[in-house]
């Protein structure tokens, strides 16, 4: 079973409650299957984001089924344990979400330039995409599934960023990786994600499963074995969150062509004041 929480005012696409095993999964999934366009539907453009999001969400399923499938029933037990542990704690009650001022910051970007949130809403609404690091594979997916929305977003008058807790030469490889022309910025310690009430502490158990396998500590620089949601937030230029994706659920992550629907939307709200 496969537990998923979500908080979104304007539709995340996440829908909130626990899952009742791969049967009722399977069947959600075709409730919410959209109908083929019809002929006279102007299809949409390869590269764009309302395109890349169909991409993004079945990579990611694809990502997960082939995972669990090679998952020993051991660790798959730890995981999911971890999983429900996190979507009881009441995080994704306590976090920033819609209505709410959003902190601000500055934090380096890979090349240890200083990114400020409050400059870069005075050119015009930001999304904030939290990631958990270059050694997960889902977040690497959704950071290379952004690379349209990024262009779209900044044609729109907009910033996409991307933030986690590595340390700033690990964000540059991940970049680099990733071919990303949106910034990527290190939040060590996870001081800023602190401010928004997204970040968590991973169960020992997990936690020696992350490590041994992906040295997250080495990468974070710290010992805190602590990570942030995979949350996204639209900030509009009063400084207030307009549109937030939170799920206790790592597998699941915002579609892009939300994400840029609400930034054309904030942009030309401005546009026209």
Do not use: H
């Not at 829908?15 to 299809?43: C, H, L, N, Y």
């Not at 453009?45 to 079945?58: E, F, R």
């Not at 694809?62 to 996190?86: N, T, Y």
């Amino acid at each position: 079973m496969s537990l998923m929480i979500g908080a979104s005012v304007l539709a995340s696409g996440c829908d909130s409650g626990a899952k009742q095993g791969e049967a009722a999964a399977e069947v959600k999934k075709e409730e919410v299957v959209k109908p083929a366009p019809k002929e006279d539907v102007k299809a949409e453009p390869a590269g764009s984001a309302q395109a890349q999001d169909k991409v993004l969400g079945a990579a990611l399923a694809e990502r997960a089924a082939a995972s669990g499938a090679k998952r020993s029933a051991e660790a798959a037990a730890v995981m999911q344990a971890a999983e429900d542990q996190l979507a009881a704690s009441g995080i994704l009650e306590r976090a920033i979400n819609v209505g709410d001022v959003a902190p601000t910051f500055t934090l380096p970007n890979a090349a240890g330039e200083q990114v400020s949130l409050a400059k870069l809403l005075e050119k015009g609404p930001v999304a904030v995409l939290w990631y958990r690091g270059g050694w997960c594979p889902y977040c690497n997916l959704t950071l290379a599934g952004y690379a349209a929305a990024g262009k779209e977003i900044m044609e729109a008058g907009g910033t996409l960023v991307a933030i986690s807790p590595e340390l700033p030469d690990n964000s540059l490889d991940t970049q680099q990786k990733n071919e990303l022309e949106y910034q990527v910025l290190s939040d060590v310690g996870n001081a800023v994600a602190k401010q928004y009430d997204i970040v968590f502490e991973l169960p020992p158990d997990l936690a020696k499963m992350y490590n041994e396998k992906f040295e997250i500590n080495a990468r974070n620089g710290d010992t805190s074995n602590s990570l942030p949601l995979a949350a996204t937030y639209v900030i509009g230029q009063d400084g207030k969150v307009t549109w937030a994706f939170l799920d206790a659920d790592y597998k699941k992550r915002a579609e892009p062509s939300e994400v840029v629907a609400e930034i054309r939307a904030l942009a030309g709200t401005a546009a026209s004041q």
